[in-house]
């Protein structure tokens, strides 16, 4: 916003990430009355969560600072004749305590928006906008089991039934027993038809000797478009490819309307398809953050279990294997997983953490197991 309205924008020789604590000033309508505490002399303060690698040094016309620290002096900034603010921190994670009561500020009082949406009536809207845009054509899904591909899944089944067709790539990098499970929930229970594929052997093969993780997200990626294609073209009738692309699927690819967000990951469903699929795109998922997709999710009656599963990556297990991905350190690393997800599940924490995940890494050290000594590889727990 500063840049583009006439202020100066510079990359900062340090980037600032963690938390922050800022003092509103000015008396701004986005900040009036929102406070977590107030310092020596009843300055309102808030406790916030930085990550950014760039810094306003010069402020646009019109606009004033209405919020700062030292470490940065322009955190904040309004131009109260035309409503416009912009904040350099994240109001829209937890860690920002007072992040919501700014975001409903800025939307309900400042933009004069109403809210009136709900997610009941998204789903008629979207159902509407799936059966308009595909008429009577076949449609096919790339079913990963993750929470996005689900939900798709679902949505479009209640658009189109059975003019829907899954097709889940088992590329051999899942968590324990998920391709069961996938199977079990969409084509028993929903009865959605679902085509198991084990490709496994296959991404096993294209991934000897790679250890870039950039580097494999993007075999993995060919792979299962390539995959896909091959079994696309059993089905004569199909004219659409469905993918459950997330809103923040397309900022990380640097794929979002303005083209402007710095490119941070490959995803190998967003940014088009090779034209020799002659298939059409379907996202309906793809305006949607992660939470929205789990409340849809819910709302289509799929399981809470599956729905609210911490977030997994395309790409599977094989990002989280650190070098050459072999389907023995993939086996040890599922099985390390199902214990660590158990063990959270049994105390109580899974479902207060937000993501937690088991990372196989490449070295081996000395143990002890019983009344001997081992020698064996690690794994490294993250929670958070």
């Not at 599977?316 to 991905?325: A, F, K, Q, S």
Request: proline share 4%; hydrophobic share 40%; aromatic share 8%.
């Amino acid at each position: 916003m500063a840049s583009q309205l006439g202020g100066k924008v510079e990359t900062s020789n340090q980037r600032e990430f963690g938390y922050a604590e800022i003092r509103a000033q000015g008396h701004s309508d986005l900040f009036k009355n929102i406070q977590d505490k107030t310092n020596d002399q009843e300055h309102g303060l808030l406790d916030v969560w930085m990550s950014h690698g760039d810094k306003v040094v010069g402020l646009p016309p019109g606009f004033d600072v209405i919020a700062s620290n030292a470490s940065t002096p322009i955190a904040a900034i309004g131009n109260k004749e035309k409503q416009y603010y912009g904040v350099q921190f994240h109001p829209e994670v937890t860690h920002t305590k007072q992040g919501k009561n700014i975001i409903s500020r800025f939307v309900t009082d400042i933009a004069d928006c109403g809210q009136e949406w709900n997610m009941p009536d998204y789903v008629e809207t979207a159902v509407n906008h799936i059966k308009t845009t595909v008429g009577k054509d076949e449609v096919i899904l790339g079913l990963s089991g993750g929470v996005d591909s689900s939900v798709a899944a679902a949505l479009i089944h209640k658009a189109i039934g059975n003019q829907l067709t899954c097709i889940f790539v088992d590329h051999g990098m899942l968590r324990l027993n998920e391709a069961e499970i996938v199977m079990q929930t969409f084509k028993e229970n929903l009865g959605v038809k679902v085509i198991h594929v084990d490709a496994t052997d296959k991404f096993m093969s294209d991934l000897v000797g790679i250890t870039d993780p950039e580097e494999k997200r993007k075999i993995i990626g060919r792979d299962f478009v390539e995959v896909f294609q091959e079994h696309a073209e059993k089905f004569d009738e199909v004219k659409w490819l469905a993918q459950g692309t997330i809103y923040p699927d397309v900022i990380e690819s640097a794929g979002g309307k303005t083209k402007k967000a710095h490119n941070i990951k490959s995803h190998h469903n967003v940014g088009g398809l090779p034209e020799t699929l002659n298939l059409q795109l379907l996202e309906p998922l793809r305006e949607l953050f992660k939470d929205e997709v789990r409340e849809l999710g819910v709302a289509l009656g799929l399981p809470k279990s599956m729905v609210y599963r911490h977030p997994f990556p395309g790409p599977g297990l094989g990002v989280r294997i650190l070098g050459e991905v072999k389907i023995e350190f993939a086996d040890l690393l599922r099985k390390a997983d199902a214990i660590f997800m158990e063990e959270l599940k049994s105390s109580g924490w899974y479902d207060k953490t937000s993501q937690a995940f088991t990372v196989f890494l490449p070295v081996k050290s000395v143990g002890v197991m019983g009344d001997g000594r081992t020698y064996e590889y690690v794994v490294s727990l993250r929670a958070v």
